[in-house]
Structures are given as structure tokens and as C-alpha cells.
């Protein structure tokens, strides 16, 4: 079967139109691509950070509990301390 001229023609500018087509949908595709990578990457890193945190908190936590224990025992000895002190005064 031959095409015409103009056939011929339309068939040619479809094929370009196909072929730019397809390469701004390839680019589309690797932009696409690129940006989950990143995002992934983010999402990495913001886990890792928050981890990271957490134990921190987590860390703080059984500090001033360790040195609010240490204060109550403190003011213990102290209140003791004190009552002797009145004892051997009386």
C-alpha cells in the first residue's frame, strides 16, 4: 500500500510528535525518579533524627530522675541532721 504525499507527510509529523512525545515523558519519568529518591533520602534521614532524639529525651529523663532521687535523699539527711542537731542541744 503507498501513501500519497500528504500521507506521507502526516505520517512523518506523527512520528516526530511521538518522538518528542516519548522524550518529555522519559524526562518526566527521571524527574519523577530523582525526587522519590530524595524524598526516601529525607525520610531516612528524619527517622534517624528522630531516633536519635528520642534516645536523647530518654537519656534526660533518667538523668533528672537520678538527680531527683539524689535531692529527696538529700533533704532526708538534711531534716535528719537537723533533728540531731536539736537533740544534742536540748
Do not use: T
Given at each position: 500500500m503507498e501513501?500519497t504525499?500528504?500521507e506521507?507527510?502526516?505520517?512523518?509529523?506523527?512520528e516526530s510528535?511521538?518522538?518528542?512525545a516519548?522524550?518529555?515523558?522519559?524526562?518526566?519519568l527521571?524527574?519523577?525518579i530523582?525526587e522519590k529518591n530524595m524524598?526516601?533520602?529525607?525520610s531516612?534521614?528524619?527517622l534517624?533524627?528522630?531516633m536519635?532524639?528520642?534516645?536523647r529525651?530518654?537519656?534526660?529523663?533518667?538523668?533528672?530522675?537520678?538527680?531527683?532521687?539524689?535531692?529527696?535523699e538529700?533533704e532526708?539527711?538534711?531534716?535528719?541532721?537537723?533533728a540531731?542537731?536539736?537533740?544534742?542541744?536540748?
Open positions: 501513501f504525499s500528504l506521507q507527510e502526516v505520517n512523518v509529523d506523527r510528535w511521538l518522538e518528542r516519548n522524550i518529555h515523558l522519559e524526562r518526566k527521571e524527574k519523577a530523582n524524598l526516601r533520602n529525607m531516612y534521614r528524619y534517624s533524627r528522630n536519635v532524639c528520642q534516645a529525651i530518654k537519656s534526660l529523663k533518667a538523668k533528672l530522675k537520678r538527680a531527683s532521687r539524689r535531692q529527696k538529700h532526708g539527711l538534711q531534716i535528719l541532721a537537723e540531731s542537731l536539736v537533740q544534742n542541744n536540748v
